[in-house]
């Protein structure tokens, strides 16, 4: 079945520099790819999405990138602030609804 | 409402009993999933809704788990004769139905289970 693993497990910057996470995904079928914010004891929260159709996506200070041949994922925080600090979670599905989700990436911003 | 909504937000029972989990969608959302999260770890798919159907149970850890979907609303988790390891953060999310494929899955605040 479908594997998601992503990297790192935590991640700490300075507030104003970018971070990226990384997934990679083993089903080549995988055609959906979102991306979840979750803080500490809250719902998780969807931030971005892709589709295997497109390559990069953008939404102010977030991006994804998708490379279908290398199976591989990211998302791109740039300007970071502290109000990111957050758990994120990378997804793919390769029907029309389950996520396979990673293990998840907390991300610590100091001011 | 405007969010997925679940009840109760937190539940704390004895090793063997049964428990209930309720989950309300968004108006108007057909598809409905329920996730587990245990602590630390990502989100674990359980089973898919579509309407009243679930067309994909193979999430469910044992056949102590079950879930049903009553006039394409809402959805209760039942877990029967509840072990320790049954303690998690379940998730319920919900979604429109597109020709186009996935639709964006929004989540509710989860029911926190934790078996003594």
């Known amino acids: 079945g479908e594997n998601v693993e992503q990297h790192p497990s935590t991640l700490s910057v300075q507030e104003g520099d970018s971070a990226v996470i990384k997934c990679t995904y083993s089903?080549?079928?995988?055609?959906?790819f979102p991306w979840y914010k979750q803080e500490l004891g809250k719902r998780p929260q969807l931030i971005i999405d892709?589709?295997?159709?497109?390559g990069e996506k953008k939404d102010q200070r977030i991006a994804v990138t998708l490379n279908k041949t290398a199976k591989h994922f990211s998302l791109h925080i740039t300007e970071t602030q502290p109000e990111d600090s957050a758990v994120y979670f990378c997804?793919?599905?390769?029907?029309?609804?389950?996520?396979?989700f990673g293990s998840g990436t907390r991300l610590l911003v100091r001011p | 409402g405007a969010g997925v909504s679940q009840s109760p937000s937190n539940k704390v029972t004895e090793k063997g009993k049964d428990v209930e989990l309720r989950c309300d969608p968004i108006s108007g959302h057909t598809a409905l999933y329920w996730y587990r999260q245990s602590l630390g770890q990502g989100l674990e798919f359980l089973i898919y809704?579509?309407?009243?159907?679930?067309?994909?149970k193979s999430g469910l850890p044992s056949d102590r788990f079950s879930a049903e979907r009553t006039g394409g609303s809402v959805s209760t988790l039942t877990i029967q004769r509840t072990q320790q390891e049954d303690s998690a953060v379940y998730l319920c999310?919900?979604?429109?139905?597109?020709?186009?494929?996935?639709?964006?899955?929004?989540f509710g605040d989860g029911t926190r289970l934790s078996i003594l």
């Open positions: 089903d080549s079928a995988s055609n959906y």
């Open positions: 809704f579509q309407g009243n159907s679930a067309p994909d």
């Open positions: 999310a919900s979604s429109l139905v597109g020709t186009g494929g996935n639709q964006p899955q929004h």
């Open positions: 997804a793919a599905s390769i029907n029309s609804y389950k996520l396979i």
């Open positions: 892709i589709r295997s159709n497109v």
